[in-house]
């Protein structure tokens, strides 16, 4: 099943000439550095799609992992967000709990706006409802209502 919105559909049109290199330099969209990084999150997206499809999630999860590890500026990181939350949907189709909160965490690790850390709060809580794990869910409900009250950073 192909999710609705596609990183890449989001991702790369917007980021043009905004992601940068470890040493911070604007990327340019003919500069050899940015078309390889668009190939690899479009290799991995794509490929986290297919695993997720044929099962194989344990490789699924390997691969998300690569693509919440791009350089990715802090004023596209709601796209990260957009993505993880697709990628840990389409685990959930398949009850794969366990790799949807890697999924999430993957994210957590490369965000640091407290908008989008309260909303992988929630998502997180989601998780854990569907679970039934409710004692963790309202921890993470209650981590969301708080984050959300300070001001983005």
Known sequence: MRLKTCLLGLLIPSLLGGWTTAQTEPISEASEEWERIR?????????????????????????????????????????LFDSAKEISDALLHHK?????????????????????LSNLHKEKAYIFKKMGRDDEAIIHFEKSIELSKKPNS
């Open 96 to 116: 794969q709990y366990e790799s949807a909160h890697q999924v999430l965490n993957f994210c957590f690790a490369a965000v640091s706006d407290t908008t989008i």
């Open 39 to 79: 190939s690899k999150a479009e290799s991995h997206y794509e490929m986290v799609l297919l695993l997720i499809e044929n099962k194989k999630f344990e490789e699924a999860v390997k691969n998300a992992k690569e693509i919440f590890s791009l350089p990715v500026p802090p004023e596209k990181h709601e796209l």
